[in-house]
């Protein structure tokens, strides 16, 4: 504020953000940018935000359901009529139950070391032995699925890490496994196996790190436990519309029903859980890189 003898009070208001230069500025929401230079949260969240995810998570279950009723109805059955129903018919012919059990079990068992997917294995195991059985059936295999690579890699340790190093991103995640005492590289392990990584390249990749084999069997098999029960389901389902359509007949309105139910209660909650993984392994990550710095 100035005054002269011969001029009037003259107020003059400025106000400085950050610098020195006195620029008159728009009070109001911040923009991300704005955020990012003076840092803190917004003070005006966007309206509608909220709305707008709820009519994505409503059109998305739309089309869920939408793609479930035209698979169970249509493409279901012309894919079991003509890749399902066969193979079941050689397994049904060839083996009898004790040969179809160990010819499972080495399957599960020994294709994870040869690099080879063993979900068909699983299927044939819910089809035939159902949740219960199925399951114990499934699980012992597992074990010895994950446990091969971890000793045949353990002699190929140092080339592995040096192929991990190639992919960054996933080596920090993969690296997590061996950080920490016991029940931390647990954690870390159950999430790994929980979370979309590929299944058959973790097996391989985790013995670049330090993780010990207890806390990785363990965490391997709490793990793999949601995998195990969506496989045993997929392959019940499978077998239900491979009987209608070997019978020539069509599912009644409350089989349909259930069954569409089902599969987008199993595909949410599988979402559910792979959502949850990574947000706790991004957390995971961000409580080493201080310690690491």
Known sequence: MTCESDDTVTPELKLQMGDDNGDYVRLGCFNDRELEQFGGEPPCPKKGNFLWWWVKVVS????????AVVGIIWVG???LDKEVIPVLDW????????VLVVVLFVSVALFPALLLPSTPSMWVAGMTFGYGL???LIMAGVTVGVSLPYFIGSCFRHKIYRWLEKWSKKAALIRLAGEGNWFHQFRAVTLLRISPFPYIIFNYAVVATNVKYGP???GSLVGMVPEVFVTIYSGILIQTLA????ERRSLSAQQTIFNVLG??????TTII??????????ELQEEEDPQLE
Request: hydrophobic content about 55%.
């Open 60 to 67: 998305f279950c739309i089309c869920l359901v939408a793609l």
């Open 77 to 79: 059955p012309f894919i």
């Open 91 to 98: 397994e049904m012919d060839t083996f009898s139950t004790p």
């Open 134 to 136: 199925g399951f114990l």
């Open 216 to 218: 990785y069997i363990l």
């Open 243 to 246: 009987e209608a359509t070997q």
């Open 263 to 268: 599969f987008c209660f199993m595909v949410a």
């Open 273 to 282: 859980i792979t959502i949850y993984a990574k947000r706790k392994l991004k």
